[in-house]
C-alpha cells in the first residue's frame, strides 16, 4: 500500500479514529489488525513466510532465555537462529541479482529491515538486555507494525513493544503536531522527490548521451531527491506514531549539514548506523581474537597499529555488509567500499589531516570552513549515488569521461537544462521547495518549528495547515499522466 495514495490516508484515519474510540488496553489489537491488513495488501504469501519468521524467533528466543547463562547450547541456538535469518536475507537478495538462475516467488516487504530486527531481538535476549515477548500476537505487532515495515526505522524491541502493547494517550496537541509532520513528509516526497525524478531517471536510463554538466545536475539532484524521498516517509510514519501516542527513533537529523562522513552518517539513516555498530562493529572489536591481535600490534608495532587495526577491520566488515545489505551486484558492494575507505582513511589519519590544516594556516572555526566542509561531504555523497544509480563499469566510464571531456557547461544556460523532462517552472518550483526545507532545517537545528506553530493562535495555525496542504494538492507530482513512484527505500 502505497503511502502516497488514497488508500493509505483513509486507512491511516480509519485507524486513527477506531484507535481512540477502543479501550486503551485493547488499543494495541487495533494496531495489529491494522498492520496484518496492511501487509496482506502486499501478498498473503508474503506474510506467511513473514509470520512463519517471526513464529521461529519467538520460540528461540524463550528458550535461550530460559537456557542458563555459560550453558553452551544457549550460544549455539543463537547463532543457529542468527545464521538461519541472515541466510534467508541472503537468499532472497542473491535471487534478485540479474543472472542467477533461481528467482524467488515470494519476498516479504520490508526484509532487510524485519531480519534485522529479528537478529536484534535475539541478541538482546542473549546478551540479557531485553525479556522475550509471550505473547505471539503482540510480538508479531511489534514485527508487522505498519508505520515502519517497509523503510524502518530499524526499532528495537526493548524502546518500542512496551509503548505499542500498552496503547497511546490521546493528546490533541500530539494529534496536531503529528498531522503537521505528516504533511511535511508529504511535502517532501511528491512536491521535491518525484519532481526531480523527472529529471534524474531520464539521465541516468542512457548516461551516454549527456553532457557532464547535465549528468553533475543530475548526480546532486539525485542525493537531494533520495533524502527527500527516504526523510519524507520517515516524517509521514513518525507523524502519524506521534498522532496515535508513540515514539519511534528518528533516522535523519538534517545529514546535509554534517562536516564529515562519518558525521554524515550519525545524521543518514541513523538507526541502521546504531544497528550495525551495536551488533557488527562493538562486537567485532571486542572479540578476543581482534583485540589480542590489537595488543601484539601495540607491542611490536606501536600503540597507533594496533588501535588502527581493530579500528578498519571492524569499519572494513561494517561498510561491505551495509552496501550488500542495500542492494544486489557489485556496484553495492563497490559502494559499502567506497564509504568504508573515506571513512577508514578519515580515522586512521586524523592527526595527519589536522597537521596539514595547521599548516595551511586554515581557521577551522570559521563559516566559511564549515561551508567548504558541508559542500564537499555534500557532494562526496552525491557522486557515492553514480555507485548505485548506474548498471555497469561501462556506464560509470561514460559518466566520468563526459564530466571531465565533455562538460559542456553552456548546457546549463541554453535553455537545454529544461528538456529532459522537468520543464523551466517545475525547476524553479523544485527550488523554491528546496529553500523552504533547507530553511526549516537551520531552524529544526536550533528550535522546534511545530512547537512555534502550536504557540501561534488558532486562526494563524489552521491558515499555515490550510496552506500547507494546498501547496501539496496543487504542487505535488501526480495524476493521469503520472504515477507517483514508491519510496526509494520499499523493496529493501
Not at 159 to 181: F, M, N, T, W
Not at 284 to 299: E, N, Q, V, Y
Not at 381 to 408: C, H, M, P, R, V
Not at 412 to 441: C, E, H, P, R
Amino acid at each position: 500500500m502505497n503511502l502516497i495514495s488514497l488508500d493509505f490516508i483513509t486507512f491511516a484515519i480509519i485507524t486513527l479514529i477506531v484507535y481512540f474510540f477502543v479501550p486503551k488496553k485493547y488499543r494495541w489489537l487495533v494496531l495489529a489488525i491494522s498492520s496484518i491488513r496492511f501487509y496482506y495488501v502486499a501478498g498473503i504469501k508474503a506474510l506467511m513466510v513473514l509470520v512463519v519468521a517471526s513464529l521461529g524467533t519467538f520460540f528461540s528466543a524463550i528458550i535461550i532465555e530460559r537456557i542458563p547463562v555459560g550453558i553452551k547450547k544457549r550460544k549455539i541456538l543463537l547463532a543457529t537462529s542468527v545464521m538461519l535469518i541472515a541466510m534467508w536475507l541472503m537468499f532472497t537478495k542473491a535471487s534478485r541479482i540479474d543472472g542467477v538462475h533461481f528467482h524467488l516467488s515470494v519476498v516479504p516487504l520490508g526484509i532487510s529491515y524485519v531480519s534485522f530486527m529479528l537478529i536484534s531481538y535475539l541478541v538482546d535476549i542473549y546478551w540479557e538486555k531485553d525479556c522475550s515477548d509471550k505473547n505471539f500476537f503482540r510480538f508479531l505487532l511489534y514485527i508487522l507494525f505498519f508505520p515502519k515495515i517497509s523503510q524502518g526505522p530499524i526499532t528495537k524491541h526493548k524502546d518500542l513493544a512496551k509503548q505499542l502493547y500498552e496503547g497511546g494517550q490521546l493528546s490533541y496537541k500530539a494529534l496536531c503536531s503529528g498531522i503537521q509532520r505528516m504533511i511535511y513528509g508529504y511535502f517532501k516526497k511528491v512536491v521535491i522527490a518525484d519532481r526531480a525524478a523527472m529529471f534524474t531517471e531520464p539521465v541516468f536510463a542512457d548516461i551516454h548521451t549527456y553532457s557532464g554538466s547535465i549528468i553533475v545536475i543530475a548526480t546532486m539532484l539525485a542525493a537531494l531527491q533520495l533524502y527527500c524521498d527516504f526523510s519524507g516517509y520517515m516524517d509521514i510514519v513518525l507523524g502519524f506514531t506521534e498522532a496515535i501516542g508513540l515514539k519511534m527513533d528518528e533516522n535523519f537529523r538534517h545529514p546535509f549539514f554534517s562536516r564529515s562522513v562519518a558525521e554524515f552518517w550519525r545524521r543518514w539513516h541513523i538507526t541502521l548506523g546504531v544497528w550495525f555498530k551495536d551488533y557488527v562493529y562493538t562486537p567485532i572489536a571486542m572479540a578476543p581474537f581482534i583485540k589480542k591481535i590489537g595488543k601484539w600490534g601495540r607491542k611490536k608495532i606501536g600503540k597507533r597499529f594496533g588501535n588502527s587495526f581493530i579500528k578498519v577491520i571492524a569499519l572494513s566488515v561494517v561498510w561491505i555488509l551495509t552496501g550488500v545489505w542495500h542492494g544486489t551486484g557489485i556496484n553495492y558492494i563497490l559502494w559499502g567500499t567506497y564509504w568504508g575507505g573515506i571513512i577508514i582513511l578519515s580515522a586512521v589519519f586524523e592527526s595527519e589531516i589536522g597537521k596539514i590544516n595547521s599548516l595551511l594556516n586554515i581557521r577551522t572555526s570559521a563559516n566559511s570552513w564549515k561551508i567548504f566542509q558541508m559542500l564537499r561531504t555534500f557532494l562526496i555523497f552525491s557522486f557515492g549515488i553514480l555507485l548505485t544509480e548506474l548498471n555497469s563499469l561501462q556506464d560509470y566510464k561514460a559518466a566520468a569521461y563526459n564530466i571531465f571531456k565533455q562538460f559542456k557547461i553552456w548546457n546549463l544556460f541554453d535553455g537545454t537544462l529544461y528538456s529532459f523532462g522537468m520543464d523551466k517552472t517545475n525547476f524553479y518550483i523544485m527550488i523554491f521547495a528546496l529553500i523552504v526545507v533547507w530553511t526549516i532545517s537551520i531552524l529544526q537545528e536550533k528550535i522546534s518549528v511545530r512547537e512555534k506553530i502550536s504557540e501561534l493562535n488558532a486562526p494563524v495555525r489552521w491558515v499555515i495547515y490550510a496552506g500547507s496542504i494546498s501547496i501539496v494538492l496543487f504542487l505535488g507530482i501526480y495524476g493521469y499522466a503520472y504515477n507517483t513512484s514508491n519510496f526509494a527505500y520499499t523493496n529493501f
